[in-house]
Nanobody
Framework: VQLQASGGGLVQPGDSLRLSCAAS????????MAWFRQAPGKERDFVSA????????FYADSVEGRFTISRDNAEKMVYLQMNSLEPEDTAVYYC????????????????????WGKGTQVTVSS
């Protein structure tokens, strides 16, 4: 199993970034997918999640209205479009996958996910 996150970088407040996660080694099209992030010295936090079909999405309050999660099952990719970035968004962003056939009720909880990628750094600074 591989989850390869990319697209991070150093940007200024108000800028946008699009993170990508390439998945392989498991049945992507029936897996829930999510993004979590971990800032220095802090615990890992939920950012956003999407059901296998894309019909359900979940967002942390801190990113609602600024971030958009999407997926392409044909390409086995999940994306996180991040707009109006703030310094508080600075963190390592991790892509995660859940093969739980009853995915949804616990989508915001990290123990729902059985596969994790290595993360991509996002730094928002002027």
């Amino acid at each position: 199993v591989q989850l390869q996150a990319s697209g991070g970088g150093l940007v200024q407040p108000g800028d946008s970034l699009r993170l990508s996660c390439a998945a392989s080694g498991f049945t992507f099209s029936t897996s829930g997918m999510a993004w979590f992030r971990q800032a220095p010295g802090k615990e890992r936090d939920f950012v956003s999640a999407i059901s296998w079909s894309g019909d359900r999405t979940f967002y942390a309050d801190s990113v609602e209205g600024r971030f958009t999660i999407s997926r392409d099952n044909a390409e086995k990719m999940v994306y996180l479009q991040m707009n109006s970035l703030e310094p508080e968004d600075t963190a390592v962003y991790y892509c995660a996958a859940s093969t739980n056939t009853d995915y949804g009720d616990y989508a915001i909880l990290d123990y729902e996910y059985n596969y994790w990628g290595k993360g991509t750094q996002v730094t928002v600074s002027s």
